[in-house]
């Protein structure tokens, strides 16, 4: 008999704020992807927090008397994880962490951690460890608060350097080895999209909102076999197959990573080689989710990403997919 896997998924609560800019409808829905982000790295949602203000508490993204709520809550719930819906500045995680004395993640740090878990290639794993450096370097004086007692004082004067500074040159260093490693796959890349110039094969790219059926409709079109699910982030690696047009003949369709609304800067720079299929692409498929109700917001999302990515005047398609889930569809 065979037993079944038992998840231990951590008990988590996500954190947002309402501002002058954005209504409550608009809070939910965010709230409700990071819920699913959360589910996604192997959280469950307990609770969610949000509050009313101009802008966020430099010091604590969220005023002190919210964080004292949510304080109070962790501790009476056991909760292990407090995740935030928006990028934490240094100074902010660290004074959070100091308050509520728990894991604290943003909103950049839960999709780092998914890409991780979801990089199954050599490349995409180094693609994930570049971000992930990259993103942790300004962060280093979160993790070394127990350091800070030793400010000087009898032995620790003179010319040696400190853990943290050690930390960062790693880092540094780190950063610079692979940078060298995907340069040189990045130049491989560039080969093969160069014989494909050559032969004057054209490009058709997938792009679209994670989880929008990507994947799918790819395997569809190219009797390819790959990795598709009902999941964020289940392709991470560019897959590019051959296939015959019934009207213009032999064309190349890629699949790549799904967008993502406020896509991480060191994803989008980590992941640059793996997009460049898109911004190299004649057409460009963006797939949408005709089931999700809020597909226009995503569409406008996965515009802004293509323009950032500057592939804005590649010609476009909208393909509606996975209308077998809307609710009256016959």
Not at 52 to 80: A, R
Not at 85 to 103: A, F, G, R, V, W
Not at 149 to 170: A, C, F, H, M, S
Not at 245 to 260: K, R, Y
């Amino acid at each position: 008999m065979l037993e079944k896997e038992v998840i231990d998924f951590e008990k988590s609560i996500v954190v947002g704020i309402v501002t002058q800019n954005q209504s409550e409808e608009k809070l939910k829905e965010y709230l409700d992807e990071l819920e699913f982000l959360t589910y996604t790295a192997g959280g469950t949602v307990i609770k969610r927090f949000s509050q009313k203000m101009d802008k966020p508490n430099p010091k604590t993204f969220v005023g002190t008397g919210k964080l004292e709520e949510i304080k109070y809550f962790i501790k009476d719930n056991d909760i292990k994880t407090v995740i935030f819906d928006d990028e934490l500045t240094p100074s902010q995680s660290k004074n959070i962490t100091k308050e509520l004395d728990c894991k604290v993640l943003d909103r950049t740090n839960l999709i780092l951690d998914i890409f991780a878990q979801r990089a199954e290639t050599s490349y995409a794993r180094t693609q994930v460890e570049l971000a992930q450096c990259q993103y942790l370097l300004p962060r280093l004086t979160r993790l070394w608060t127990h350091l800070e007692r030793q400010k000087g004082g009898i032995g620790l004067r003179g010319p040696g350097e400190t853990q943290l500074e050690t930390d960062k040159r790693l880092i540094s260093v780190r950063i610079k080895n692979i940078n060298k490693r995907l340069d040189k796959v990045h130049k491989q890349h560039d080969l093969g999209r160069k014989s494909r110039i050559k032969n004057q094969l054209p490009m058709i790219s997938l792009a679209g909102y994670t989880n929008a059926g990507k994947s799918t409709l790819f395997n569809l079109l190219t009797r390819a076999e790959v990795y598709a699910d009902d999941k964020l982030f289940a392709t991470l690696d560019s897959t590019i197959r051959r296939v015959i047009l019934p009207a213009s003949g032999e064309a190349v369709i890629a699949d790549t990573v799904g967008f993502i609304q406020d896509l991480p800067h060191e994803l989008v720079e980590a992941f640059k080689s793996t997009l460049e299929e898109t911004r190299q692409a004649n057409v460009l498929l963006h797939v949408v989710d005709a089931s999700d109700p809020n597909n226009r917001d995503k569409i406008e999302q996965v515009e802004d990403i293509i323009e950032q990515i500057e592939a804005q005047d590649i010609p476009k398609i909208i393909v509606m997919n996975k209308i077998d889930g809307i609710a009256d569809f016959k």
